[in-house]
């Protein structure tokens, strides 16, 4: 009788982190775009000075880097979805 209980007991925790994970992923885009508006607040040089303000490859260096984190974080969680079997019947 306690090794059913210990199954479905951990069922249930792996369907809540399951769970946890599909939230997570949903939230994705929203922290993606506040990523990649971030930019925008940062000062220009051409309009603080050359030394104070933020170059325009700057930026785009940091955009790239927020791409590729955005990709490799999708796969991880791709995968992790995957192993919980999320959405499954």
Do not use: H
Request: with cysteine.
């Amino acid at each position: 009788m306690s090794g059913k209980r210990d199954q479905t007991l951990k069922r249930v925790a792996n369907a809540a982190r399951g769970q946890r994970v599909k939230e997570s992923a949903l939230i994705l885009p929203f922290v993606g775009m506040i990523l990649f508006l971030l930019p925008i607040m940062w000062p220009r040089s051409s309009e603080v000075g050359a030394d104070a303000g933020t170059s325009t490859s700057t930026a785009l260096i940091y955009l790239f880097i927020v791409w590729a984190g955005l990709i490799c974080f999708t796969l991880a969680l791709a995968l992790v979805i995957k192993r919980f079997g999320v959405g499954r019947s």
